[in-house]
T-cell receptor
Framework: DADVTQTPRNRITKTGKRIMLECSQT?????MYWYRQDPGLGLRLIYY???????NKGEISDGYSVSRQAQAKFSLSLESAIPNQTALYFC?????????????FGPGTRLLVL | GNSVTQMEGPVTLSEEAFLTINCTYT??????LFWYVQYPGEGLQLLLK?????DKGSNKGFEATYRKETTSFHLEKGSVQVSDSAVYFC???????????FGSGTQLTVLP
């Protein structure tokens, strides 16, 4: 079984709709992240969480919100989806040990906003 | 702020050719450096990493050396295979949150 899972894997929605992307992990890591990937731009950080009571904005948080329901679950919401939020979204986890932090990624959710 | 500049693609090579993908960075402090690989339809996987100057990361025949004097972390492989076809991302981990900053990715296609 995959250590980091994302649901759904693909989603088509309409402008103005609220949608939620979910991420679960079985690695026991405290840190979780949400990124979006756009062609030619690499991955950009949306939000991150160091534990259940800690939520932080990343580089591009506008238009998004998150919820850390448990150590293993971190959800990303688009309150009112717009077409330029069409992208590939990745969840990641990490367990920092000194400066050797490595992030482990889920398979991604492909979102299309019409 | 932190940034990563990566060699633009796409890169197309014949099987058994030598591969270099250039990566340079700008960062304060002492970042850790990473190469991630993304195969078609999949998430990112860690390929290799280096945590301090002059460290060499290696995995699956790929290598990269952390060069602080040139702020570089170039990826190399002596003989590529068709199965190496993927997108490669250079990244650094830095800042108070140790978040990853990614380059734009380089698409590699290896032809038989």
């Amino acid at each position: 079984d995959a250590d980091v899972t994302q649901t759904p894997r693909n989603r088509i929605t309409k402008t103005g709709k609220r949608i939620m992307l979910e991420c679960s992990q079985t690695k026991g890591h405290d840190r979780m992240y949400w990124y979006r990937q756009d062609p030619g731009l690499g991955l950009r950080l949306i939000y991150y969480s160091f534990d259940v009571k800690d939520i932080n904005k990343g580089e591009i948080s506008d238009g998004y919100s998150v919820s850390r329901q448990a150590q293993a679950k971190f959800s990303l919401s688009l309150e009112s989806a717009i077409p330029n939020q069409t992208a590939l979204y990745f969840c990641a986890t990490s367990d920092q040990q000194g400066y050797q932090e490595t992030q482990y990624f889920g398979p991604g959710t492909r979102l299309l906003v019409l | 702020g932190n940034s990563v500049t990566q060699m633009e693609g796409p890169v197309t090579l014949s099987e058994e050719a030598f591969l270099t993908i250039n990566c340079t960075y700008t960062a304060t402090g002492y970042p850790s450096l990473f190469w991630y690989v993304q195969y078609p339809g999949e998430g990112l996987q860690l390929l290799l990493k280096a945590t301090k100057a002059d460290d060499k990361g290696s995995n699956k025949g790929f290598e990269a050396t952390y060069r602080k004097e040139t702020t570089s972390f170039h990826l190399e492989k002596g003989s590529v295979q068709v199965s190496d076809s993927a997108v490669y991302f250079c990244a650094l981990s830095g800042g108070s949150a140790r978040q990853l900053t990614f380059g734009s990715g380089t698409q590699l296609t290896v032809l038989p």
